[in-house]
């Protein structure tokens, strides 16, 4: 897998960078609110998917320029308080990671769903 030593927007045109950035962006994250982090970038890439596993919406992996659109993608942790460690991270849309702070009673019940599903596997 190449590694990239500096990420901008050279980088964001492809779903490898795209996802690069994001590992690291959780990573630098977790680092200064001690949330465990235990993955690689390997671990985290070989779990990419294109649809949003919540929502079933399409990811959009590589258009730059615009942050935090609704279908971007998120490193997320399924069970919060377990960190990024191998079994608790999915890549999840934008949107259904917001959505645990202001989402519908609709948008929750799926998240809840979603996460009942994976937490006896974690």
Known sequence: MKKFP????????TKEGHAY?????????AKINKIPFTITFEYA?????????ILGIKLSWCEKGR???????????????????EGNIAWISNR?????????A????????????HETKV
Do not use: W
Not at 21 to 29: E, F, Q, S
Not at 106 to 117: C, D, G, S, T
């Open 96 to 104: 259904a990671n917001v959505i645990k702070n202001d989402g519908t």
């Open 21 to 29: 950035k994001r590992y690291h962006a959780r990573k630098h994250h």
């Open 45 to 53: 890439f070989s779990l990419i998917v294109d649809i949003c596993p």
């Open 106 to 117: 609709e948008e929750h019940l799926k998240v809840a769903e979603y996460i009942l599903h």
């Open 67 to 85: 942050k935090n659109m609704a279908n971007c993608p998120s490193l997320d942790r399924i069970v919060p308080k377990k960190g990024y460690v």
């Open 6 to 13: 500096k990420y901008g927007n050279q980088i964001m045109g």
